[in-house]
């Protein structure tokens, strides 16, 4: 086994997790929330996204969490972006890491961010180029890159082209997306291996995996074993995207730290905090945790 001694977690509940809440979360909630998972040593953290409050009301209080969130010196804070507008208002607000979003199914980008695939790439070429003038990290995803909710199977070619134009024009990382969570370990090395033996770097590759058929740790740790030392996660498995139906929450990140620690794999992330981070969330949403590690400890 070729393991990784060291995985960076990359916290998405504050974006991915709430942006699927139908009740408005308060901003200092919000807020809370982010600076206690910053505490917990998670080292990068999406903060939200400067998308349209028409499409995500959850997240219309982008600026006011840009704003007021306290920093920690160590941690990455990134915002979405999905065009021109969203870039620009980021930049305003004193952005510096970006993340911009597309798919390798051409109907899901149309739902998602209502342009085609080829048009998202042409919409990012600028944005990227400008970001990368600034010496500003910039991730891109890419989403349904196992599976679409409109189009089904999604071919790996298909996504190591997204990934390859993703890649020329700048970004310095990808995210692969299983957005609805469709994808098993087989599927997962297959796609894997495709990027991996068209020459991309396995460093700047990050796994996203919700988490809707049970698979998500299966798939992490085969990811793990063909190098790659980026997960994306969320807490309490908040999540889901609103343009995928029926795509459940993000694997939660208390289970895959859960797991890592038991590889001895380093993250520098402290778990009861997490867990106290999840308890905190979860009983603002009135909801049980989706973290199977909260659950049991709960229970002990
Ligand atoms: P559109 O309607 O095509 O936008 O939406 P438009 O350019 O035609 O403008 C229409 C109106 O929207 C105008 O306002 C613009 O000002 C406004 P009006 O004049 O009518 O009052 N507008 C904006 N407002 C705020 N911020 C902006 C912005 N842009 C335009 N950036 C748009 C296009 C991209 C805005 C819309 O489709 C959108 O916001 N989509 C976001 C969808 C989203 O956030 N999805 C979830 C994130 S992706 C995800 O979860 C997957 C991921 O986790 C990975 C995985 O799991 O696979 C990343
Ligand atoms: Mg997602």
């Not at 189009?151 to 082209?161: H, Q, R």
């Not at 990050?206 to 980026?230: C, K, M, P, R, W």
């Given at each position: ?26 901003t ?30 959850q ?7 840009i ?8 941690v ?6 999905p ?82 134009a ?5 970004c ?28 991309i770097?396995?460093?700047i590759l ?72 999840d ?20 229970a002990?």
């Amino acid at each position: 086994m070729h393991l990784p001694k060291q995985v960076k977690l990359v916290e998405v509940g504050p974006r991915d997790g709430l942006q699927n809440e139908n009740t408005f979360i308060p901003t200092e909630i919000k807020i809370e929330l982010i600076e206690r998972l910053a505490a917990t040593g998670l080292s990068s953290i999406e903060l939200t996204s400067l998308v349209s409050p028409r499409w995500i009301p959850q997240l219309a209080d982008h600026a006011e969490v840009i704003q007021q969130t306290q920093r920690l010196p160590d941690v990455e804070y990134s915002v979405l972006v999905p065009n021109q507008q969203g870039y620009d208002q980021a930049l305003a607000l004193g952005v510096s890491q970006f993340a911009v979003f597309t798919a390798a199914s051409d109907s899901f980008c149309r739902k998602n961010i209502n342009c085609s695939l080829a048009e998202s790439l042409e919409r990012y070429q600028s944005i990227v180029k400008d970001a990368k003038q600034k010496n500003f990290r910039v991730r891109g995803y890419i989403s349904c890159a196992l599976g679409c909710p409109y189009e089904g199977e999604i071919s790996p070619k298909a996504v190591l082209n997204v990934a390859e134009a993703l890649l020329a024009m700048g970004c310095d990382e990808l995210s692969i997306g299983d957005t609805i969570g469709v994808g098993t370990p087989g599927k997962v090395k297959t796609l894997l291996k495709t990027l991996l033996d068209a020459g991309i770097d396995k460093k700047i590759l990050a796994v996203h995996f919700h988490d809707t058929y049970g698979q998500a740790l299966a798939n992490i740790y085969l990811a793990l074993e063909l190098g790659i030392s980026i997960v994306d996660t969320s807490v309490a498995g908040l999540g889901g995207c609103p343009y995928a139906k029926g795509a459940s929450g993000n694997v939660a990140t208390e289970d895959v730290l859960y797991m890592l620690q038991g590889l001895g794999i380093e993250t520098g992330v402290d778990l009861d905090a997490l867990l106290e981070v999840d308890a905190f969330i979860c009983q603002h949403l009135k909801k049980p945790s989706r973290s199977k590690v909260a659950l049991a400890r709960a229970a002990q």
